[in-house]
């Protein structure tokens, strides 16, 4: 099959399954959003989802985040990995959003990956999801899914994933295509237990088809 007409079917059909995927960290506006992305680093959506529904009740704007010790912040989000650190990162981006962007979560890639925690995966999520600019995200999800499907090559680093993804795939289809695969690597093709005997796209799947073979 050729590659356009490959990535053609992979689209329609993750778009059959999770016509309606979208992010599923809980947020009202871009500043609760960065401050979840940032948090979901190692952790679950499920598990940022139970911490920030306090944590957004209690911090409301960069300000809020700056007026308490870093102790309570930490113990605040302690639910979550690496919470010291995150905590610490938190702190910093407030101080920056203040200082340099008068509060407020830039619109531009190039400002937010420089915010402290945010790497090429928040600030495309963010951008995406809060102001409408076309991104393709790679979490654990769509880099294990282009690799099984073979979008991206297996040694691939998550840059290379990310750029093959933009390649083939239609610019206006970039943002729903990065949850339609997180929904497919969260809920088909996890990582551990892949629901390989009904999935359709194993005839485009190298593990699959081992995975498939009779044993013995």
Known sequence: MKKPDKMRRILDTIAGMYPDARCELVHSNPFELTIAVLLSAQCTDETVNKVTADLFKKYKRPEDYLAVPIEELEQDIRRIGLYRNKAANIQKLCRILIEKHGGEVPRDYESLVELPGVGR??????????????????????????????????????????????????????????????????????????????????????EGKKRMRPSG
């Open 121 to 206: 995966k928040t600030a495309n999520v963010v951008i995406s999801n809060a102001f409408g600019v076309p991104a393709i995200a790679v979490d654990t999800h769509v880099e294990r899914v282009s690799k099984r499907l073979g979008i991206a090559k297996p040694d691939d680093s998550v840059l290379e994933v990310e750029k093959k993804l933009m390649r083939r795939v239609p610019r206006d289809e970039w943002t729903i295509t990065h949850h339609r695969l997180i929904f497919f690597g969260r809920y088909h093709c996890k990582a551990q237990r892949p629901n390989c005997p009904a999935c359709p796209l194993i005839d485009l799947c190298k």
